[in-house]
T-cell receptor
Framework: GAVVSQHPSRVICKSGTSVKIECRSL??????MFWYRQFPKQSLMLMAT?????????EQGVEKDKFLINHASLTLSTLTVTSAHPEDSSFYIC????????FGSGTRLTVV | RKEVEQDPGPFNVPEGATVAFNCTYS??????FFWYRQDCRKEPKLLMS???SGNEDGRFTAQLNRASQYISLLIRDSKLSDSATYLC??????????FGQGTELSVKP
């Protein structure tokens, strides 16, 4: 089946630094990937839709200058959290559609 | 109103019990419906898609009522390993998914 590989699985960074999260589709081409965020005891909330070769589409309330998305190839999308703050600490997860939907394993970000 | 609403949890049930989860959605144009399972600190995993005619997979039965915009999941003969958070998920045909807040299930011996 379709596999999406997400890295890193866990990262701790200092306030003010930037963190890059990668999602790769291993055995299929993903024209579109979706980035979600999940706070404890809450559901997954869509942040943005990443489109290969074009600008990402952000959901209302998500700062596009803070959460930079790049989808330069059909197998790789990246999310960079810039100038991270403790309130950005969350579980970030990507998904891609291939007929069904497949999810990466998620990245737990802790900003200290 | 939330786009997808689920029963508040948690549900605490003994092994062997039957448990039902309910979900409603607000967008009548929604085309795809799923139940996902999420274990603590893990990514969601597809449990089953939900079809208008209703569908069953072993101990799990899902039903969809488009007129009422209502989705259900029934788990029969619950096992300890069924303990997880169950997410009701709704989407257009293709495209982004909208997740419910999840209902936590704890199956006790």
């Amino acid at each position: 089946g379709a596999v999406v590989s997400q890295h890193p699985s866990r990262v701790i960074c200092k306030s003010g630094t930037s963190v890059k999260i990668e999602c790769r589709s291993l055995d299929f081409q993903a024209t579109t990937m979706f980035w979600y965020r999940q706070f404890p005891k809450q559901s997954l909330m869509l942040m943005a839709t990443s489109n290969e070769g074009s600008k990402a589409t952000y959901e209302q309330g998500v700062e596009k200058d803070k959460f930079l998305i790049n989808h330069a190839s059909l197998t790789l999308s990246t999310l960079t959290v810039t100038s991270a703050h403790p309130e950005d600490s969350s579980f970030y997860i990507c998904s891609a559609e291939w007929g069904g939907y497949t999810f990466g394993s998620g990245t737990r970000l802790t900003v200290v | 109103r939330k786009e997808v609403e689920q029963d508040p949890g948690p549900f605490n049930v003994p092994e062997g019990a039957t448990v039902a989860f309910n979900c409603t959605y607000s967008n009548s144009a929604s085309q795809s419906f799923f139940w996902y399972r999420q274990d603590c600190r893990k990514e969601p995993k597809l449990l089953m898609s939900v079809y208008s005619s209703g569908n069953e997979d072993g101990r799990f039965t899902a039903q969809l009522n488009r007129a009422s915009q209502y989705i259900s999941l029934l788990i029969r003969d619950s096992k300890l390993s069924d303990s997880a958070t169950y997410l009701c998920v709704v989407g257009p045909r293709g495209g982004k998914l909208i997740f419910g807040q999840g209902t936590e299930l704890s199956v006790k011996p």
